[in-house]
């Protein structure tokens, strides 16, 4: 639960650019029934990412399976783009640069992250009819994504 938590932080710290002591509710399983907590967020600014120093295309782009990015964007998910690899060629291409090798295949990387998607917050109801702005709350979910490609020898199943 608490390793939950602390993702749920890590994903979230670019919220406090945007929106200061954003209420994130999150759901936590606890045996068999759901528990719900309410975590409030306050997070430092000053953290940032580590800068790499090699850029994800200079990689994709040396490598024997050479893969491209595409992004896909979703306005209730943080972070809204996130960048998918797809492999360029099926065969791996060759060390002495003759084209592909048909006797290896590239396949996709796959790696599970951690998203939050905004839903709509339960609406109670309104004393005195006033219509209130909406409120939204963040769930936490995974998703899984390629992030590049690998050569591997081809699966022979014996007939």
Same mark, same amino acid.
């Given at each position: 639960?608490?390793? *939950?938590?602390?993702?749920?932080?890590?994903?979230?710290?670019?919220?406090?650019?945007?929106?200061?002591?954003?209420?994130? #509710?999150?759901?936590?399983?606890?045996?068999?029934?759901?528990?719900?907590?309410?975590?409030?967020?306050?997070?430092?600014?000053?953290?940032?990412?580590?800068?790499?120093?090699?850029?994800? #295309?200079?990689?994709?782009?040396? #490598?024997?399976?050479?893969?491209?990015?595409?992004?896909?964007?979703?306005?209730?998910?943080?972070?809204?783009?996130?960048?998918?690899?797809?492999?360029?060629?099926?065969?791996?291409?060759?060390?002495?640069?003759?084209?592909?090798?048909? #006797?290896?295949?590239?396949?996709?990387?796959?790696?599970?992250?951690?998203?939050?998607?905004?839903?709509?917050?339960?609406?109670?109801?309104?004393?005195?009819?006033?219509?209130? *702005?909406?409120?939204?709350?963040?769930?936490?979910?995974?998703?899984?994504?390629?992030?590049?490609?690998?050569?591997?020898?081809?699966?022979?199943?014996?007939?």
């Amino acid at each position: 639960i608490l390793l *939950r938590a602390v993702l749920v932080l890590g994903l979230a710290a670019s919220l406090h650019a945007t929106r200061k002591r954003q209420a994130i #509710s999150v759901k936590l399983w606890k045996g068999t029934g759901m528990k719900e907590k309410v975590l409030r967020l306050v997070l430092d600014p000053s953290v940032q990412p580590q800068i790499v120093s090699m850029s994800a #295309s200079s990689i994709a782009n040396m #490598s024997l399976s050479p893969w491209t990015y595409r992004d896909s964007y979703n306005a209730s998910r943080w972070p809204q783009r996130i960048s998918h690899a797809q492999c360029q060629t099926s065969g791996c291409l060759s060390l002495q640069g003759e084209g592909e090798d048909s #006797s290896l295949e590239a396949q996709p990387i796959y790696y599970q992250v951690l998203v939050l998607h905004r839903v709509p917050r339960q609406r109670q109801n309104n004393k005195g009819g006033r219509k209130g *702005r909406k409120k939204y709350e963040y769930r936490l979910g995974m998703e899984v994504i390629t992030v590049g490609c690998t050569c591997v020898r081809p699966s022979v199943v014996p007939q």
